[in-house]
């Protein structure tokens, strides 16, 4: 571990490393911000038959499906500078536009519909009429979920999130957008790699992709991972 | 007491029951789809949108004219499905002790009175069907309910295993007095363990009194699973080896022969079960007869069920709480002439009476 | 029996809509050969955008060629020609990425002219009251939006002007690269950015940025456009195309839009 470390720094300047950094961070955050309100909308998905439900879920599937500028080009309508809201924002002091919390929004907002869809497929996994059962046996809600579903569902939970990070991790269109490709301020990884070329540095572009790859492979594999492993539980 | 008057709309109609129901078990039967299991889910407070008042010895669980409904955490009703439903992630202890909070006594009672201390350490994966069933019924024992909803905890498990989870229902009305409400298809069940029965047909209640006043509604009739119509406590007298019997004692102070069950402790107390059918009436004493049990009783009540005659025999000598549920073929009850009123001797084989 | 009938027929029905589609593309293609004038491809600097399409529409009506652009940063375009992308012409902002094109023989230099000049701006929110009397004023803004200082021409001629300065460094933190000049353009119009350095004949086009400080001739770094046809172009109207730019019709429209005409070569 350590001399791949060392290695992975002969391998990147120190500005890349900064980069590899900021982005895991960034999605580290994004990831975090999303998960009480993923968690949310997964379980009301989960368990609740309304009206409004198809337009819920919809709604919430948008940003797997269009093109993440649109996504992006929403986002810098709604919290820009002359936007309402951006505007109140900025009065009370927070730059939201061109710097790191536009990276993390971004990401947030990206990511947020694959970890509703896996946390939701994990709760859908556990039995309601466990949880039925253990509100006659005392437990509130809250205790419910705590020792009922949470046990029940956090393999696929946690699989959610790693697929979430993975795909923070990746994103650029919306960021590019809100948050613009400013070196050493908003630039991930997916945006120096396109930077690099816009650059004609062909050759650290590369290098970048290579670590990105690297990324997203470990990620995925622990999400698969845990996948595979919860249908050992499930079977009771 | 159990007041119940609620309604509750479900996909095909409306529930409506209402009933007051005294202490004890009552049977709760009726076809699929009749609105058993809903009946139960709404007493339990599992089920939204239900209306009415549900009061348990006069506390409110349910008065939506009032506008107050109390959470099913609050009830203190303990629910046993089918599938006795244990949380797979727990080992049968956690499961057991999961809403008991700190009363380690109604754990360890729970636990006695359903023996399942040599399971608590397993998980339910690995638990057989009838296992699973002793588990959730000591679940929801050990959170000391006031009142208990079981819906069919006997149909998933096959016949020989049900009739080994009886004599441990038999234990739960008699020694914890929780009143119960008992969803079963089985009419030898329901006479078996209940004192009142509630026959439900598309929400709504049909027929409603003692189990064997209800026997002859078409319900009833229709159920013809194989059953265990007569369940006595009793405990062990004497083994008689020569004569390969051993011999009881029920709880009514009557004897009863078995085959030998030499590995049985004289004074352990065992569950003794007779089909309907197994016994045979005579108007007479009968002489001579192989079978080692007889016993001279009273015609309570007869009532054509079916293709079938059923009697409800009470002893004649008045003692304890012993009766019978015999049937016989209409051609036998009608050349022996047998009405209510008369004096009749049952005959059983000791290889009827099956020790559970 | 039903069914394998059933399936060949839609195989043949879209068989049948494939090749006629086919066929259509062709015989549109051979039509629009004789048909259609013929067109060039224009890739030009995006501050050229405005005064260029104008130049284009006037050439077309004037020769019956017709010249298609793609504007965006000199730099991008240089990047794409070099990959292989198919221009006709090239219109760059910086004489640098003409000559990353000369060097990879892309472009004869006899067929190089520099024909227009352009001058750089401190741009500001219409709505902002901010002003900039001078340079030194730039650290008063958050944000400044500037053309990627690293690569496009109008973000490098404004870091040679801040550098020669001494003011580079700085002012570096609060500078958002955009992609190119008219992208720092919309930054400070969506005031997204507090203000932004742009050429002026950007900020002549805009209504919602007023300049607020204008660079001096001399001041700031030489600012050339030159202009090329490739070489591996076969258009004809190619070079009829970069001679028109020089025409007197083409000057003054470049003229009115706020450009520096080089005279002669």
């Given at each position: 571990?350590?001399s791949?470390?060392s290695?992975?720094?002969s391998?990147?300047?120190r500005e890349?490393?900064?980069?590899?950094?900021?982005?895991?961070?960034?999605?580290?955050?994004?990831?975090?911000?999303?998960?009480?309100?993923g968690v949310?909308?997964?379980l009301a998905?989960?368990r609740?038959?309304?009206?409004?439900?198809?337009?819920?879920?919809?709604l919430?599937s948008?940003?797997?499906?269009?093109?993440p500028?649109?996504?992006?080009?929403?986002?810098l309508?709604a919290?820009?500078?002359?936007?309402?809201?951006?505007?109140?924002?900025?009065?009370?002091?927070?730059?939201?536009?061109?710097?790191w919390?536009?990276?993390?929004?971004?990401?947030?907002v990206?990511?947020?519909?694959?970890?509703?869809?896996?946390a939701?497929?994990?709760?859908?996994?556990?039995?309601p009429?466990?949880?039925?059962?253990?509100r006659t046996?005392?437990?509130g809600?809250?205790?419910?979920?705590?020792?009922?579903?949470?046990?029940?569902?956090?393999?696929?939970?946690?699989a959610?999130?790693?697929?979430a990070?993975?795909?923070?991790l990746?994103?650029?269109g919306?960021t590019v957008?809100i948050?613009?490709?400013?070196p050493?301020?908003t630039?991930?990884l997916a945006?120096a790699?396109?930077?690099?070329?816009?650059?004609?540095k062909?050759?650290?572009a590369?290098?970048?992709?290579?670590?990105?790859?690297?990324l997203?492979?470990?990620?995925?594999?622990?999400?698969?991972?845990f996948?595979r492993?919860r249908?050992r539980?499930?079977?009771? | 007491?159990?007041?119940?008057?609620?309604?509750l709309?479900?996909?095909?109609?409306?529930?409506r029951?209402?009933?007051?129901?005294?202490?004890g078990?009552?049977?709760v039967?009726?076809?699929?789809?009749?609105g058993?299991?809903?009946l139960?889910?709404?007493?339990?407070?599992?089920?939204?949108?239900?209306?009415?008042?549900?009061?348990?010895?006069?506390?409110?669980?349910?008065?939506s004219?009032?506008g107050?409904?109390?959470?099913?955490?609050?009830r203190?009703?303990?629910?046993?499905?089918?599938?006795?439903?244990?949380?797979p992630h727990l080992?049968?202890?956690?499961?057991?002790r999961?809403?008991a909070r700190?009363?380690?006594?109604a754990?360890?009672?729970?636990?006695?009175?359903?023996?399942?201390?040599r399971?608590?350490?397993?998980f339910?994966?690995?638990?057989?069907?009838?296992?699973?069933?002793?588990v959730?019924?000591?679940r929801?024992?050990?959170t000391?309910?006031?009142?208990?909803?079981?819906?069919?905890?006997?149909?998933?498990?096959?016949?020989?295993?049900r009739?080994r989870?009886?004599?441990y229902?038999l234990?739960v009305?008699?020694?914890?007095k929780?009143?119960?409400?008992y969803?079963?298809?089985?009419?030898?069940?329901?006479?078996?363990l209940s004192?009142?029965?509630?026959?439900?047909?598309?929400?709504?209640?049909?027929?409603?009194?003692?189990?064997?006043?209800?026997?002859?509604?078409?319900a009833m009739?229709?159920?013809?699973?194989?059953?265990v119509e007569?369940?006595?406590?009793?405990r062990?007298r004497a083994?008689d080896v020569?004569?390969?019997?051993?011999?009881?004692?029920?709880?009514?102070?009557q004897?009863?022969?078995?085959?030998?069950?030499?590995?049985?402790?004289?004074g352990s107390?065992v569950?003794?079960?007779v089909?309907?059918?197994?016994v045979?009436v005579?108007?007479?004493?009968?002489?001579?007869?192989?079978?080692?049990?007889?016993?001279?009783?009273?015609i309570?009540?007869?009532?054509?069920?079916?293709?079938?005659?059923?009697?409800?025999?009470?002893?004649?000598?008045?003692?304890g709480?012993?009766?019978?549920?015999?049937?016989?073929?209409?051609?036998?009850?009608?050349?022996?002439?047998?009405a209510v009123?008369?004096?009749?001797?049952?005959?059983?084989?000791?290889?009827?009476?099956?020790l559970? | 029996?039903a069914?394998?009938?059933?399936?060949?027929?839609?195989?043949?029905?879209?068989?049948s809509?494939g090749?006629?589609?086919?066929?259509?593309?062709?015989?549109?293609?051979?039509?629009?050969a004789?048909?259609?004038p013929e067109?060039?491809?224009?890739?030009a600097?995006?501050?050229l955008?405005?005064?260029?399409a104008?130049v284009?529409?006037?050439w077309?009506?004037?020769?019956?060629?017709?010249a298609v652009?793609?504007?965006g940063a000199?730099s991008?375009?240089?990047r794409?020609?070099?990959?292989?992308?198919?221009?006709?012409v090239?219109?760059?902002?910086?004489t640098t990425?003409?000559?990353?094109?000369?060097r990879?023989g892309?472009?004869r230099?006899?067929d190089?002219?520099?024909l227009?000049?352009n001058?750089?701006?401190?741009?500001?929110?219409a709505?902002s009251?901010?002003?900039v009397?001078?340079?030194?004023?730039l650290?008063a803004f958050?944000?400044?939006?500037?053309?990627?200082?690293q690569a496009?021409?109008?973000?490098?001629?404004?870091?040679?002007?801040?550098?020669?300065?001494?003011?580079?460094t700085e002012?570096?933190p609060?500078v958002?690269?955009?992609?190119?000049?008219?992208?720092?353009?919309?930054?400070?119009?969506?005031?997204?950015a507090?203000?932004?350095?742009?050429?002026?004949?950007?900020?002549a086009?805009?209504?919602r940025?007023r300049?607020?400080?204008e660079?001096a001739r001399?001041?700031?770094?030489?600012?050339?456009y030159?202009?090329?046809p490739?070489?591996?172009?076969?258009r004809?109207?190619?070079s009829?195309?970069?001679?028109?730019?020089?025409?007197?019709e083409a000057?003054?429209?470049f003229?009115?839009?706020?450009?520096?005409?080089?005279?002669?070569?």
């Amino acid at each position: 571990m350590a001399s791949s470390c060392s290695e992975a720094s002969s391998l990147l300047t120190r500005e890349e490393l900064e980069i590899v950094g900021f982005s895991l961070a960034t999605a580290a955050g994004a990831t975090l911000l999303i998960l009480p309100l993923g968690v949310l909308a997964a379980l009301a998905l989960a368990r609740y038959r309304g009206p409004g439900k198809g337009a819920l879920e919809t709604l919430l599937s948008l940003p797997l499906v269009l093109p993440p500028t649109a996504v992006g080009l929403v986002l810098l309508e709604a919290l820009g500078r002359r936007s309402p809201l951006g505007g109140w924002l900025a009065g009370h002091g927070l730059e939201l536009v061109f710097t790191w919390k536009a990276v993390v929004l971004a990401m947030a907002v990206m990511s947020f519909p694959l970890l509703v869809r896996s946390a939701r497929t994990a709760f859908e996994e556990v039995d309601p009429r466990l949880v039925g059962l253990a509100r006659t046996l005392g437990c509130g809600p809250l205790a419910a979920f705590r020792r009922v579903t949470l046990p029940l569902a956090w393999r696929g939970l946690l699989a959610g999130v790693v697929l979430a990070f993975s795909r923070a991790l990746g994103e650029f269109g919306a960021t590019v957008m809100i948050a613009g490709n400013i070196p050493g301020r908003t630039q991930t990884l997916a945006l120096a790699i396109f930077h690099d070329n816009q650059l004609g540095k062909d050759d650290r572009a590369l290098v970048l992709a290579a670590v990105t790859t690297a990324l997203a492979f470990v990620a995925l594999w622990t999400a698969e991972w845990f996948t595979r492993r919860r249908s050992r539980r499930i079977a009771a | 007491m159990i007041e119940i008057d609620l309604e509750l709309a479900l996909a095909s109609y409306t529930l409506r029951v209402a009933a007051r129901l005294e202490s004890g078990v009552t049977a709760v039967m009726g076809p699929s789809g009749a609105g058993k299991t809903s009946l139960l889910e709404a007493i339990a407070g599992l089920r939204r949108g239900t209306r009415g008042r549900v009061a348990l010895d006069g506390q409110l669980l349910l008065d939506s004219a009032h506008g107050r409904s109390l959470p099913p955490e609050a009830r203190r009703v303990g629910y046993v499905p089918q599938d006795a439903g244990l949380f797979p992630h727990l080992t049968a202890h956690a499961n057991v002790r999961f809403g008991a909070r700190a009363d380690a006594s109604a754990v360890a009672s729970a636990i006695a009175t359903l023996e399942i201390d040599r399971l608590l350490e397993r998980f339910p994966a690995s638990l057989s069907g009838g296992e699973k069933q002793r588990v959730a019924l000591a679940r929801a024992l050990a959170t000391r309910p006031r009142l208990l909803l079981l819906d069919e905890p006997l149909a998933a498990l096959d016949v020989g295993l049900r009739e080994r989870i009886l004599p441990y229902l038999l234990r739960v009305r008699d020694e914890w007095k929780t009143p119960v409400l008992y969803v079963t298809h089985n009419v030898g069940e329901a006479l078996a363990l209940s004192r009142r029965m509630l026959l439900l047909r598309d929400g709504r209640v049909e027929a409603d009194g003692a189990p064997f006043e209800l026997l002859a509604t078409p319900a009833m009739a229709s159920a013809a699973e194989p059953g265990v119509e007569n369940l006595f406590s009793g405990r062990v007298r004497a083994h008689d080896v020569e004569g390969g019997v051993t011999i009881l004692d029920l709880a009514s102070g009557q004897g009863i022969t078995v085959p030998l069950a030499a590995a049985l402790t004289p004074g352990s107390a065992v569950t003794v079960a007779v089909r309907a059918e197994d016994v045979i009436v005579a108007r007479r004493a009968p002489e001579g007869l192989s079978a080692r049990n007889l016993f001279e009783v009273r015609i309570a009540a007869l009532t054509r069920a079916g293709a079938d005659v059923t009697l409800r025999c009470a002893p004649q000598d008045g003692e304890g709480t012993l009766e019978w549920i015999v049937r016989v073929t209409p051609s036998a009850a009608a050349s022996l002439g047998l009405a209510v009123g008369q004096v009749a001797y049952l005959a059983v084989k000791s290889h009827s009476v099956r020790l559970v | 029996m039903a069914r394998t009938a059933f399936s060949r027929w839609w195989l043949l029905a879209g068989a049948s809509a494939g090749a006629l589609a086919l066929c259509s593309a062709s015989a549109s293609r051979a039509l629009g050969a004789r048909a259609e004038p013929e067109e060039i491809s224009v890739f030009a600097a995006a501050s050229l955008a405005d005064a260029l399409a104008e130049v284009g529409r006037a050439w077309e009506k004037a020769s019956g060629y017709r010249a298609v652009f793609n504007f965006g940063a000199s730099s991008d375009l240089s990047r794409q020609i070099r990959s292989g992308a198919p221009a006709d012409v090239f219109f760059s902002a910086d004489t640098t990425q003409m000559d990353a094109l000369e060097r990879e023989g892309l472009v004869r230099a006899s067929d190089r002219q520099d024909l227009l000049s352009n001058t750089l701006v401190v741009i500001v929110p219409a709505a902002s009251g901010a002003t900039v009397a001078g340079p030194r004023d730039l650290a008063a803004f958050k944000t400044i939006a500037v053309a990627d200082p690293q690569a496009v021409p109008a973000g490098v001629y404004a870091r040679s002007w801040l550098e020669g300065l001494g003011l580079w460094t700085e002012l570096a933190p609060r500078v958002v690269p955009t992609l190119h000049v008219r992208a720092a353009l919309a930054a400070v119009e969506s005031e997204n950015a507090e203000a932004g350095i742009v050429y002026r004949t950007d900020a002549a086009a805009s209504k919602r940025a007023r300049i607020a400080f204008e660079v001096a001739r001399g001041q700031g770094p030489p600012i050339r456009y030159p202009v090329a046809p490739l070489v591996r172009s076969t258009r004809r109207a190619a070079s009829a195309f970069v001679a028109y730019l020089r025409s007197p019709e083409a000057r003054a429209v470049f003229t009115r839009h706020g450009f520096l005409v080089l005279g002669g070569e």
